[in-house]
């Protein structure tokens, strides 16, 4: 009889207690790229057990996030709030099998000890001090409504040991766990708990995620043991860390920026991939271009996974968003900038002005917005209204009055832009100073596209109502 393959599953899991930031997408990511790179699912599932802290309108906006991103899940969603009648099926099973205890210990309680086992060099763990209360005891307290979590109770001295796709061989004892939390006082499932849980359930065959899971594996291990569920293949990820500061780890708790941010700010979402998709993980020297979705996922190895720490570097972000700029559509690149209607303004419905102004400027910017920049200084009739820079501003303070009135001459007569540099040149105006004043006089600023481009665009008469107002502004003349 033919073997039937095994269909590969990922998931991602996150719990909707903020919008979404890079670490959350990379750990997504890298497990949308390993599913598809097998030719198999990739699961979405919202952890949103925390009630107090888990909000519609985050989950909402990881949705758009996907969405936009085109990380396209299978199947349904699954929300852990939905599935309390699944969780108490498997609490019952273990209080049958006695590997579950009701704890009474207040958090207060629980951080003294912690403090105490601290100052005493030993790692913190739970000391089981409601393991073997009387059932009488118990029933006492529950009775005096005093509120309770439960515990696993994790046998004692054995070795947990799980081959991890990424890091290799782990091995664990026992007796550094402490019984831990599978269900907490509100009655809410632990992430300890409903995750490993789902996760079979749910066929997954691999869990990729954060090496600050780790320590969580071998619990969940022997949860699935103590149920008789087979547990998926792990594997474990070094953590982002800020390339600015060295923080050891970015979250939603300390400021790292939300994806949301990053789509508002103009960041394309090939750009963000493609950063996102490098960062601990190695692509060769043939494919270290901008690559599409589909690219991405058929050269992802977990082989190629660094064991070193990835830093968070905005530089390199922008160095992808160039890459994806210097590819985008003319018409893809329009969409995005006609959600400023400043920037609609000044072309005013002009389609052959702004498709050739679109052509010549998208070689120059980096982020979409540096557009509007670009129109304001090709088509500002005012060149008060300019952001001119200090430095700009001593260049035109030096800008010779006789180049200035052969430019304004020269702009009455309607002459083009290789007329106007010859006339310059025969007036002794040569070198990189000639070619530096015309693009101060023709857009305020000293780089970008090529100057007779820029000509054709800005057109004679603004470019002389330009210069007149830097003779007289700037030189009193």
């Not at 005891?137 to 009775?143: G, I, N, S």
């Not at 303004?345 to 052509?359: G, H």
């Amino acid at each position: 009889m033919k073997e039937v393959k095994k269909i590969i599953k990922s998931r991602f899991a996150p719990s909707p207690t903020g919008f979404m930031h890079i670490g959350n997408l990379r750990t997504a990511l890298f497990s949308y790229l390993f599913a598809k790179n097998q030719k198999g699912e990739f699961l979405l599932r919202i952890e949103d057990t925390d009630r107090e802290r888990s909000k519609p309108e985050y989950i909402a906006s990881l949705l758009e996030d996907f969405r936009i991103l085109g990380l396209n899940w299978d199947g349904e969603i699954v929300y852990q709030s939905q599935r309390t009648a699944i969780y108490e099926r498997f609490y019952e099973e273990l209080y049958s099998k006695n590997l579950t205890y009701r704890c009474f210990c207040s958090e207060e309680k629980l951080n003294l000890m912690r403090k105490v086992q601290l100052s005493q060099g030993l790692p913190p763990r739970y000391a089981g001090t409601c393991l073997n209360l009387p059932k009488e005891e118990v029933q006492k307290k529950l009775d005096n409504k005093e509120l309770a979590c439960w515990r696993f109770k994790v046998p004692k001295n054995i070795v947990v040991e799980f081959d991890d796709l990424i890091k290799g061989k782990q091995t664990f004892n026992s007796n550094d766990f402490g019984d831990f939390v599978i269900k907490r006082q509100d009655g809410a499932s632990s992430f300890m708990f409903c995750s490993v849980i789902d996760d079979v359930l749910q066929g997954v065959t691999h869990v990729l995620r954060g090496e600050d899971h780790v320590s969580n594996t071998p619990r969940q291990l022997l949860i699935l043991q103590a149920v008789g569920l087979k547990a998926p293949q792990y594997g474990h990820f070094s953590l982002l860390i800020n390339g600015a500061d060295g923080t050891p780890k970015l979250s939603k708790r300390n400021g790292s920026q939300s994806i949301q941010d990053l789509l508002q700010e103009g960041y394309l979402p090939q750009a963000i991939l493609n950063y996102l998709a490098r960062l601990g993980h190695v692509y060769t020297s043939q494919e270290n271009h901008l690559l599409s979705l589909e690219e991405l996922s058929l050269n992802f190895n977990l082989k190629h996974i660094s064991s070193n720490s990835a830093k968070h570097d905005i530089g390199h972000l922008k160095f992808w968003q160039k890459q994806a700029m210097l590819l985008i559509k003319e018409d893809e690149l329009l969409e995005i900038l006609q959600k400023d209607i400043n920037f609609l303004n000044i072309f005013n419905n002009n389609k052959n002005k702004l498709s050739a102004f679109l052509s010549l400027i998208k070689d120059n910017i980096v982020m979409p917005q540096e557009a509007l920049i670009w129109a304001k200084a090709f088509f500002t009739d005012n060149f008060a209204e300019l952001e001119i820079s200090d430095d700009i501003e001593n260049i035109l303070k030096t800008i010779n009055i006789n180049f200035l009135q052969i430019v304004i001459d020269n702009m009455e007569n309607k002459q083009d832009f290789p007329e106007l540099c010859n006339k310059l040149k025969k007036a002794g105006f040569i070198g990189k100073g000639l070619f530096v004043n015309l693009r101060i006089i023709f857009t305020g600023k000293t780089f970008g596209p090529e100057l007779n481009k820029i000509f054709e665009l800005v057109g004679p008469e603004r470019i002389k109502t330009r210069a007149v107002y830097i003779l007289r502004q700037y030189l009193n003349a």
